[in-house]
């Protein structure tokens, strides 16, 4: 067979964490009869460097190059007779004094594993440290990769057990590699490329000939290894952020606005980014939906009636006997500190939570919830939801409005399933939302906003006796006035919905957006009306957010 020169031969990288199934993954490329394979040329450099102590140490010392850069120059970049090497590499085994070269010639790509299948597996051979793991080395290895413009595929080994032929159908494709059926199937037993230490670690894929299902279920996780599971986890989950699944992106759907996928989020009492945005399992908004919010909307470097949102968040948390809850000055922070990492200052929607607080342990009572409230602030790139240059339409729903009698909805809780499944309804019907209806038929909201309705030349909204009293449609209410016209607050009864001239409806989410029909029937003559174009979006934002806004892009805030 003819040698082929170093340059000639297409060199395949995989970086890996330990006990991922990367002997599998080897032995998987050695099938291809375009490719040869090395078997972690540089673990004996690793051990010199590192002192880490192994009982097959000196023998591998004594028969394996251990200078790293030989390694480099000579063996993985060495002469050949196939037109493929596949390389595989522990992550950790990436030490400083390694030659550049290694990062900038040929293919990479990263196979990882979930650290609570990892650890287990490791320390039944040698007890596990987070150096040797590699999760940090890892994510440093594809940050480099990235930054040279090498974005390297990512494998989770479950999901290659799980799919093996289309997991590596996606790899080959991604390396730029036919594939081969080959590639999944392999003769039980050693292998003459194996590395010295097969026999202390390769004791299971000796008895494999492929790759074979996950567990149905885990082993049981050692509680003396759960602290070193919390140092791997973030790097893991980092890494799994951007797995392929059968040469598709798995779990990252294309946003509505591009920009909010790198989000900072309050959360807490910090600043993160969006994937790590997360609270407790324990935490009383999931325990129960236990938790207070407001929508918020942004603009021109002003919140819109900031004071008024945040006396409506206390007082449902007063309501709700919330205890320590964070000062309102602490909450302001929060908010202008996202706002401001984030760059936002025109058409944003915040979504401000304030929960009762993680729990000490799982269950109902609040005197369980000894840490204090949990403080959120979503802020996000967000227009107004609805087409309100266009109207929308909605539908009525058969769920009722929740009566004080059973849940206030003056108190702005999160607790929204009576909303949701309007909502439901409302989707069903291919409508933009869902009118609800109070226990005696008459109207109350829609599933998301208060809702008004013009009647020759009269304008009206129903009590708030089951919805929640808006401060958009307190700001409308106070527009409709200055504007000369007649307001009523009373009961209403669907028909007049039906037979209105216009009707709106008013909310944070939405700002004012015209109602075009209502059950299949046209509203007026099923155009934005007259009364709903006297109150434009800049006349409903601008006043009273120069009155009550605060500023928070100025200077001396943010050098404060």
């Given at each position: 067979?003819v040698?082929l020169?170093?340059?000639?031969?297409?060199i395949?990288?995989?970086w890996s964490t330990p006990?991922?199934?990367s002997?599998?993954?080897?032995?998987s490329?050695a099938q291809?009869?375009?490719?040869?394979?090395?078997?972690?040329?540089?673990?004996?450099?690793?051990?010199?460097?590192?002192?880490v102590?192994?009982?097959?140490q000196?023998?591998?010392?004594?028969?394996m190059?251990s200078?790293?850069?030989?390694?480099?120059?000579?063996?993985?970049?060495g002469?050949?007779q196939?037109?493929?090497?596949?390389c595989?590499n522990?992550?950790?085994q990436?030490?400083?004094?390694l030659?550049?070269?290694?990062?900038?010639?040929?293919?990479h790509?990263?196979?990882?594993?979930?650290?609570?299948?990892?650890?287990?597996?490791f320390d039944k051979?040698?007890?596990?440290?987070?150096?040797e793991l590699?999760?940090?080395s890892?994510v440093?290895?594809?940050?480099e990769?990235?930054?040279?413009?090498?974005?390297?595929?990512i494998?989770?080994g479950?999901?290659?057990q799980?799919d093996?032929e289309?997991?590596?159908?996606?790899l080959?494709e991604?390396?730029?590699?036919?594939?081969?059926?080959a590639?999944?199937?392999?003769?039980?037993?050693?292998?003459?490329f194996?590395?010295?230490?097969?026999p202390y670690?390769?004791k299971?894929?000796?008895?494999?000939?492929?790759?074979?299902s996950?567990?149905k279920?885990?082993?049981?996780?050692?509680?003396?290894?759960?602290n070193l599971?919390?140092?791997?986890?973030?790097?893991?989950?980092?890494l799994?952020?951007h797995?392929k699944?059968?040469?598709?992106?798995?779990?990252?759907?294309e946003?509505?606005?591009?920009a909010?996928?790198?989000?900072?989020?309050w959360?807490?009492?910090?600043?993160?980014?969006?994937e790590?945005?997360?609270?407790?399992?324990?935490?009383s908004?999931?325990q129960?939906?236990d938790?207070?919010w407001?929508?918020l909307?942004v603009?021109?470097?002003?919140i819109f009636k900031?004071?008024e949102?945040?006396?409506?968040?206390?007082?449902?948390?007063?309501?709700l006997?919330?205890?320590n809850?964070?000062?309102?000055?602490q909450?302001?922070?929060?908010?202008?500190?996202?706002?401001?990492?984030?760059?936002?200052?025109?058409?944003?929607h915040i979504?401000?939570?304030?929960?009762r607080g993680?729990k000490e342990?799982?269950?109902?009572s609040?005197?369980?919830?000894?840490?204090?409230?949990?403080?959120?602030?979503l802020a996000?790139?967000k227009?107004p939801?609805y087409?309100?240059?266009?109207?929308?339409?909605?539908?009525?729903?058969?769920?009722?409005r929740n009566?004080?009698?059973?849940?206030?909805?003056?108190?702005h809780h999160?607790?929204?399933?009576?909303?949701?499944?309007?909502k439901?309804?409302?989707?069903?019907?291919?409508?933009?939302?869902?009118i609800?209806?109070?226990?005696?038929?008459y109207?109350?909201?829609?599933?998301?906003?208060?809702?008004?309705?013009?009647?020759?030349?009269r304008?009206?909204?129903?009590h708030?006796?089951?919805c929640?009293p808006g401060?958009?449609?307190?700001?409308?209410m106070?527009?409709v006035?200055k504007?000369?016209l007649?307001?009523?607050e009373?009961?209403?009864s669907l028909?007049?919905?039906?037979t209105?001239?216009?009707?709106?409806?008013?909310?944070?989410?939405?700002?004012l957006s015209?109602?075009?029909?209502?059950d299949?029937?046209t509203?007026g003559?099923?155009?934005?009306?007259?009364?709903r174009?006297?109150?434009p979006?800049c006349?409903?934002?601008?006043?009273?957010a120069?009155?009550?806004?605060n500023h928070?892009s100025?200077?001396?805030?943010i050098?404060?």
């Amino acid at each position: 067979m003819v040698e082929l020169k170093g340059e000639e031969i297409e060199i395949i990288h995989l970086w890996s964490t330990p006990r991922s199934l990367s002997t599998s993954l080897l032995y998987s490329f050695a099938q291809r009869d375009d490719m040869e394979v090395l078997d972690e040329p540089l673990y004996p450099n690793f051990l010199r460097i590192t002192g880490v102590e192994r009982p097959y140490q000196e023998e591998l010392l004594s028969k394996m190059e251990s200078d790293g850069n030989k390694v480099v120059n000579e063996i993985i970049f060495g002469p050949g007779q196939k037109k493929y090497r596949f390389c595989k590499n522990m992550a950790s085994q990436r030490v400083l004094d390694l030659t550049n070269e290694l990062m900038k010639k040929g293919k990479h790509c990263i196979l990882i594993r979930n650290p609570l299948d990892v650890l287990p597996s490791f320390d039944k051979v040698s007890p596990p440290s987070f150096m040797e793991l590699g999760y940090a080395s890892l994510v440093n290895i594809y940050s480099e990769l990235c930054e040279q413009g090498k974005s390297p595929p990512i494998i989770d080994g479950t999901l290659l057990q799980e799919d093996p032929e289309g997991t590596l159908r996606g790899l080959c494709e991604d390396l730029g590699i036919p594939f081969q059926a080959a590639m999944l199937k392999w003769e039980a037993g050693p292998k003459a490329f194996d590395g010295l230490w097969a026999p202390y670690w390769y004791k299971s894929t000796h008895k494999s000939t492929g790759f074979e299902s996950p567990r149905k279920y885990p082993v049981q996780f050692p509680p003396t290894l759960y602290n070193l599971l919390e140092q791997c986890l973030p790097f893991y989950n980092m890494l799994r952020s951007h797995v392929k699944r059968s040469g598709i992106m798995s779990l990252r759907p294309e946003l509505p606005v591009p920009a909010n996928e790198k989000l900072l989020v309050w959360v807490g009492d910090e600043i993160v980014p969006r994937e790590s945005a997360k609270v407790s399992v324990l935490d009383s908004v999931v325990q129960g939906g236990d938790a207070v919010w407001e929508g918020l909307r942004v603009y021109n470097g002003k919140i819109f009636k900031l004071e008024e949102h945040l006396c409506r968040l206390f007082d449902s948390a007063k309501a709700l006997a919330f205890s320590n809850v964070p000062t309102r000055q602490q909450v302001k922070d929060a908010i202008f500190k996202t706002l401001i990492s984030n760059g936002m200052f025109d058409d944003v929607h915040i979504r401000l939570t304030l929960t009762r607080g993680k729990k000490e342990t799982s269950g109902m009572s609040p005197a369980l919830n000894l840490y204090g409230c949990t403080l959120i602030v979503l802020a996000e790139w967000k227009s107004p939801i609805y087409e309100n240059d266009k109207g929308i339409t909605l539908v009525t729903a058969t769920t009722r409005r929740n009566s004080p009698n059973n849940l206030d909805s003056k108190i702005h809780h999160n607790n929204l399933l009576n909303n949701i499944i309007a909502k439901i309804e409302g989707n069903n019907a291919n409508a933009d939302d869902a009118i609800m209806l109070d226990k005696d038929g008459y109207v109350s909201e829609t599933n998301a906003s208060n809702i008004f309705l013009v009647r020759k030349g009269r304008v009206a909204t129903p009590h708030a006796d089951y919805c929640l009293p808006g401060i958009t449609r307190a700001t409308v209410m106070d527009l409709v006035i200055k504007e000369g016209l007649f307001l009523q607050e009373r009961r209403i009864s669907l028909s007049e919905f039906h037979t209105s001239d216009e009707a709106w409806t008013v909310g944070t989410i939405g700002e004012l957006s015209p109602v075009v029909k209502i059950d299949g029937r046209t509203v007026g003559d099923g155009c934005i009306g007259p009364l709903r174009t006297k109150l434009p979006r800049c006349a409903v934002k601008q006043p009273l957010a120069n009155l009550c806004g605060n500023h928070y892009s100025g200077e001396s805030l943010i050098r404060g």
